[in-house]
């Protein structure tokens, strides 16, 4: 790794939050050496601008200095199933949490949020064994921040995935998310869902199957969407959240990228 990379001086926190009447409609964020900065902070507002929900009426910025190293880390390997849309989805999804430990109480509380027009601002966190929401405010979620990619390691994954998807931007941020939490030891497993209406491929994600992206996963068009985080039982959430909200993580390797097979060949390769 580059010593401009090793120094933790010259990263900067850049992240952007738009709104329309006071409603979340887009939203970016990375971590960046300072002669990256100024055109992030552009294309950041490109994108603000010129979402699908609306020109905002509100742009923040942030843009800070790190004053920790982060931890680099490796991205989830990735892995894109065959799916016909939103039942048979559901179906998928709860086989393969059913297969990590997520007991069906949980899986059925997590597709009710996920599956909702008014989705929380942030993650939800959900037990393993019982539908309990576990963050401690609940309209908020939990916000998953301070997350990057390496230079070298973005432009590597780019390539890769322009294979597998036209929404490049939308998979990599995604990825570098799914990444960091999986990071974390406690958490068994991500479900996820954009809110965005033109973007229907969701993802479940764990250290065991990696990234495993499920597209048609619901119709165009909607505002449905959510974020669930699968927690072992008895685990210090104050910690938790203090990781996935404060605590600097970039991807400096990138894993495999693999080919898209069916539902079935995907269970089946799990369930042995």
Do not use: W
């Amino acid at each position: 790794m580059s010593d401009i990379l090793k120094d933790r001086n010259n990263l900067y926190s850049v992240k952007m939050r738009a709104s329309l009447n006071n409603r979340h409609i887009s939203g970016a964020e990375g971590i960046f050496i300072r002669e990256r900065v100024d055109p992030v902070v552009r294309r950041y507002i490109s994108r603000a601008i010129s979402h699908s929900k609306g020109c905002p009426d509100s742009i923040d910025l942030s843009i800070r200095e790190l004053n920790e190293d982060p931890q680099y880390i490796s991205s989830l390997p990735v892995v894109t199933v065959n799916n016909k849309g939103p039942v048979t989805s559901r179906n998928f999804i709860g086989e393969v949490l059913c297969d990590l430990g997520v007991a069906q109480t949980s899986i059925k509380e997590a597709l009710r949020i996920i599956y909702n027009d008014e989705s929380i601002r942030g993650a939800a966190l959900l037990g393993m064994e019982g539908a309990e929401r576990l963050e401690p405010d609940r309209e908020r979620g939990v916000r998953v921040s301070s997350i990057g990619i390496t230079e070298n390691a973005e432009s590597v994954l780019r390539l890769q995935l322009t294979e597998i998807s036209g929404a490049v931007d939308t998979v990599l941020e995604a990825l570098v998310l799914a990444s960091k939490v999986a990071n974390n030891s406690s958490i068994i497993a991500e479900l996820c869902i954009s809110d965005d209406p033109d973007y229907t491929t969701g993802y479940i994600s764990s250290t065991e199957y990696g990234y495993v992206r499920i597209p048609n996963i619901k119709c165009a068009g909607t505002d449905e969407g959510g974020r669930v985080f699968f927690l072992e039982d008895n685990v210090d959430i104050v910690s938790i959240i203090d990781y996935l909200e404060k605590v600097p993580v970039m991807i400096s390797d990138v894993s495999n990228i693999c080919e898209v097979i069916s539902q079935n060949e995907f269970i089946s390769s799990i369930t042995g």
